[in-house]
């Protein structure tokens, strides 16, 4: 596991503690088990990022509503997502747990429970933004054991599954994201890694290509806002002691995609505060297994839990500044 997962996420499911209830838990899902989660993961993320960009064609959500503050909204497109989730879950796993971000909490009987963002960047998509995704991810008493995010905007899919390289498909092909990769990643299947995207410098090994990868002033820095404005305030003054620090900050909506692109090398590093365990049960895992560090953020006079992740050669002074 992680130096940090977010501590809902590191929680086993319900029904899995057995040091509480007298029971044994359940085994942890071995290798072909966590690739066969992974399959039916991307195939939820998938599915509802297809009907998603279907809703998006067609214009604007009738039904909006808010949530925890007048800004922080939910649409009629992200319950319909979650509804085609958990009926798809419904069918292929009927025995798993779900929590899912729109909708209500349900225990399982093995040890699974799956954890589902149907739309991560819900304002983003209310706005005609293209920066959303789905997020889905599934766990055990260990922690994550394989998570899909599926960006449809740009047909790109990330994933991980517990101890395999994270991958990035795209229509071109599959590159793997990691330590040992060099620009793009290293080509699974398809065409080359520089065919599926110059752009992408594959996680970790991102030192390998760019010189300055442990060098945090000329790092490109991933971050959110909360929803509440108090800790927004607080953390524009965090980001006020940062811009002068670093090569530049990007805040574009998603933390799961924040993450996606992490470890895809499109941003050094990405920290944020008030995440929650759908935002980034998938990203997690996604970032490690593309040898990345993710640490723990904890609270702190206004501002709440959060994570920060970036390659071990930046972590400590990117701490000292946000942590």
Same mark, same amino acid.
């Given at each position: 596991?992680?130096?940090? #997962?977010?501590?809902?996420?590191?929680?086993?499911?319900?029904?899995?503690?057995?040091?509480?209830?007298?029971?044994?838990?359940?085994?942890?899902?071995?290798?072909?088990?966590?690739?066969? *989660? *992974?399959?039916?993961? @991307? #195939?939820?993320?998938?599915?509802?990022?297809?009907? &998603?960009? $279907?809703?998006?064609?067609?214009?604007?959500?009738?039904?909006?509503?808010?949530?925890? @503050?007048?800004?922080?909204?939910?649409?009629?497109?992200?319950?319909?997502? $979650?509804?085609?989730?958990? $009926? +798809?879950?419904?069918?292929?796993?009927?025995?798993?747990?779900?929590?899912?971000? $729109?909708?209500?909490? =349900?225990? /399982?009987?093995?040890?699974?429970?799956? =954890?589902?963002?149907?739309?991560?960047?819900?304002?983003?998509? *209310?706005?005609?933004?293209?920066?959303?995704?789905?997020?889905?991810?599934?766990?055990?008493?260990?922690?994550?054991?394989?998570?899909?995010?599926?960006?449809?905007?740009?047909?790109? !899919?990330?994933?991980? %599954?517990?101890?395999?390289?994270?991958?990035?498909?795209?229509?071109?092909? @599959?590159?793997?994201?990691?330590?040992?990769?060099? =620009?793009?990643?290293?080509?699974?299947?398809?065409?080359?890694?520089?065919?599926?995207?110059?752009?992408?410098?594959?996680?970790?090994?991102?030192?390998?290509?760019?010189?300055?990868?442990?060098? *945090?002033?000329?790092?490109?820095?991933?971050?959110? !806002?909360?929803?509440?404005?108090?800790?927004?305030?607080?953390?524009?003054?965090?980001?006020?002691?940062?811009?002068?620090?670093?090569?530049?900050?990007?805040?574009? /909506?998603? %933390?799961?995609?924040? !993450?996606?692109?992490?470890?895809?090398?499109?941003?050094?590093?990405?920290?944020?505060?008030?995440?929650?365990?759908?935002?980034?049960?998938?990203?997690? &895992?996604?970032? #490690?297994?593309?040898?990345?560090?993710? +640490?723990? !953020?904890?609270?702190?006079?206004?501002?709440?839990?959060?994570?920060?992740?970036?390659?071990?050669?930046?972590?400590? #002074?990117?701490?000292?500044?946000?942590?």
């Amino acid at each position: 596991m992680s130096d940090c #997962e977010s501590r809902a996420a590191r929680t086993p499911p319900a029904g899995a503690r057995g040091s509480e209830t007298g029971r044994s838990d359940p085994p942890a899902a071995d290798a072909s088990g966590a690739h066969a *989660l *992974l399959a039916v993961a @991307t #195939e939820a993320a998938t599915g509802a990022g297809a009907l &998603l960009l $279907e809703r998006a064609h067609h214009g604007a959500e009738r039904h909006v509503s808010s949530k925890s @503050t007048p800004t922080d909204l939910v649409s009629e497109a992200d319950l319909a997502s $979650e509804r085609a989730i958990r $009926e +798809l879950l419904a069918r292929r796993r009927p025995d798993d747990g779900f929590v899912g971000e $729109e909708g209500d909490h =349900v225990e /399982g009987t093995n040890g699974l429970s799956w =954890v589902v963002d149907p739309l991560d960047g819900t304002v983003n998509f *209310l706005f005609g933004i293209p920066q959303w995704c789905v997020s889905v991810a599934v766990r055990d008493a260990r922690g994550t054991v394989a998570g899909a995010i599926y960006d449809p905007n740009r047909d790109e !899919l990330f994933s991980a %599954a517990r101890g395999a390289p994270a991958a990035l498909s795209t229509p071109r092909g @599959t590159i793997a994201l990691g330590a040992s990769c060099a =620009v793009g990643g290293r080509a699974i299947d398809g065409e080359d890694a520089g065919a599926v995207g110059a752009h992408t410098v594959a996680g970790a090994g991102a030192s390998a290509t760019r010189p300055w990868a442990g060098d *945090l002033a000329m790092a490109m820095i991933a971050t959110g !806002l909360a929803y509440d404005a108090r800790v927004r305030i607080a953390q524009g003054r965090v980001l006020a002691g940062l811009v002068g620090r670093v090569r530049d900050i990007r805040r574009f /909506g998603s %933390a799961a995609l924040d !993450l996606a692109w992490t470890a895809a090398g499109r941003y050094d590093a990405y920290f944020e505060r008030s995440v929650k365990q759908w935002d980034i049960a998938a990203g997690v &895992l996604i970032c #490690e297994s593309a040898g990345l560090r993710v +640490l723990e !953020l904890p609270e702190r006079e206004d501002l709440p839990w959060g994570i920060l992740v970036a390659r071990l050669a930046l972590c400590e #002074e990117l701490l000292a500044l946000v942590g």
